[in-house]
């Protein structure tokens, strides 16, 4: 036997599924199946009083009610919904523009690129959350749309940098310089090479920005500038519990716990989405 | 007979600093020319500015006539269609050369698909990847259905070489440029990848711009040498003219160098 037909043997074998993406997929599959099951079904109405107040959790209210009687498990179920829907919005925006506006830079020219790049900086230099602060507030009130763009924009910085840095490595290489020769024009280059080449870097770190983007949420509707009722945001959650977190601990802790779980599992998922796409790193994993 | 390759007082220039001073060549269809030169010498850069593809920062001068066209100051619109019809490079560094990503199979294709867009060929995927096969066959790849199927990281440094000058042969080219091919294999890897560059451009009869710093493996491969020294010519001929009497110092040190490593090979048991 070779060194090549070992090489071989062991890179056929299918590529093993790492513990952290199963573990990643059933937590975010979990979230997902809860918040699309709230479209259609919830176990009480989410603005109606359905038992007393501040009740502890019992097997009619699986997470207790709040100050005003509401099921919080119901109020979780949607939150769930609207974290998710901000998160995939927030990626997609920021994906976009980011990836678009990193490519861009890869390719200018030295002037542009050193424009882009100090621009960047800058925009990085403000933490998430205020940047979306400074947003939602030069809007027109706050909506979860706004919430969205806002968080949008604050991630596209991140990911445009981090686009910029992994393009230009790409573009070094000796198989961009061919392609080029052969008559690939620069798109051509952007989606043969490029992107399949930055893609598994990429995933990690939008997954990344999709679990900064359902903190962000939390902690814009936390302070008001979220979502407005009757959108029940985890963050909202959080903030009316808050007067009553001693009394009740619960309001904040069920809320609490949905909020890391779907952070942790969108982290584990991308960690093992890196490995599958990645073919250099099956042979090690 | 127009040469495909015409370079007449060419200077590179970066911040200032000349890269490259009047440096002046041809290349016939069909011919064979060395460019030998100690590392920074300007090899590299000579042959990205003929093919237009110098970074961002370097501003050429001169003219460079590829295939009758002007590369100096033309637009990257206008060379991207030129480029994959006239030339083809195969470059130093084997692992480089190819897209980590892509199977080696698709990566051949890629080209073979460009080539045939651009010729009006077929392009579907079964004649594309029977002349995949056919490219992997003629670079005398074992199996070649099996390298196909293969990542790069799974196919040894040589036959990443090999896979790469599919890829350029793929682009059918009337110009080779070969940028020091075979620096990174060793030794016996190197003399086959030679003895297969040699065949492919005499069979095809195509033009060949091989790159090295190595004189011995230069002379074998083709018939006229230029000499490159800190970015400007210091020789140029036949090669067995300037093998005989190198006029400059700085090739008689590289003539003497190489038959003194040959002696010392002669002498060992
Ligand atoms: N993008 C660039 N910007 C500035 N200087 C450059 C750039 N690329 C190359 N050079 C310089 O130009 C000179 C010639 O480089 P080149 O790559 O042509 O050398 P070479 O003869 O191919 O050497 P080697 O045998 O090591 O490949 C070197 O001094 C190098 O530092
Ligand atoms: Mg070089």
Redesign the pocket.
Known sequence: MTDMDLVNAVSEGRPRRSWTFTIGAVIVGLHLLVGLSTLFWTPYDPSAMSGGRLEVPSFEHLAGTDRLGRDLFTLIMIGSRIALTVGIGAVIIGGLIGITIGLIAAFASKTLDDMLAAGLDILIAFPTLLLAMLIVASSEGASLGTAIIAIGIANSAIVARLTRILAKRVLAMDYITASRISGTTWLGVVIIHILPNIWPTLLVNLALQFGLAVIAEASLSYLGLGAPPPNASWGRLLQEAQGTVYSAPFGAIAPGIALVSLVIGINLLADGLRDIADPTRRRRS | MSPLLDIEGLS?H??G?A??SNVSFSILPGERLGLI????????????AAIGL?????RPSGSILLDGKQVIGARDRDLVPLRGAVAAVVF?EPLTALDPLMKIGRQVGEAVRRRARRDGGATDATSVMSEVLDLLDQVALPQPQRIAESWPHEISGGQRQRAAIAMALACKPKLLIA??PT?ALDVTTQAEILKLLGQLVRERNMALLF???DLPVVAGAVDRVVV?RH?RIVEHGPVASVFRQPIHEYTQSLVAAARAFDNALEIAP
């Open positions: 590179i970066a911040g600093k890269l490259l030169g100690e590392s920074g010498s300007g090899k590299s850069l000579t042959a990205l110098l970074a961002d920062g370097l130093q940028d020091e620096t790159i090295s710093h490159l970015g």
